[in-house]
């Protein structure tokens, strides 16, 4: 059971390491090339919008893990066995994947709830981790 906290953490890790992805392309698309290595947020202003988008949505992957880690530790301390957090560890990481989508291509209700929807998930394994606690 403790390991699908372990890999609901390492897949939502993975889940931030593909966000580079089309904050790469975007780079790459506004001519990013060695020489932008000395000030590479100063390209910011040439990145196509998708490219803006992108810095934005990996910079938020970034947050989200920093709420989401930390919920997995506490679960994988505690080791609760409701079929409610299993459901949401697994369910986390799928969602940040659907966040990345509906980001980068600029659905901002969709991706409105499928933030939302990732919040709740770890708020439900902290709730889960803090109940075991007492």
């Not at 989200?64 to 697994?90: M, R, V, Y």
Request: proline share 5%; glycine share 6%.
């Amino acid at each position: 059971m403790s390991v699908v906290f372990a890999w609901s953490l390492c897949l939502s890790v993975l889940v931030v390491l593909l966000s580079t992805i089309p904050l790469t392309i975007g780079r790459i698309k506004a001519g990013y090339s060695m020489d932008n290595m000395s000030a590479p947020r100063a390209l910011f202003n040439e990145l196509p919008d998708f490219g803006k988008r992108a810095v934005w949505c990996h910079q938020n992957c970034w947050e989200s893990i920093s709420i989401h880690a930390p919920a997995c530790l506490l679960c994988l301390i505690t080791l609760p066995d409701s079929n409610f957090s299993l459901i949401a560890a697994w369910i986390h990481p799928l969602l940040r994947l659907l966040y990345i989508g509906a980001y980068v291509f600029n659905i901002p209700i969709l991706r409105g709830l499928i933030w939302a929807s990732g919040v709740f998930t770890s708020i439900v394994l902290y709730k889960e981790g803090i109940t075991q606690l007492m």
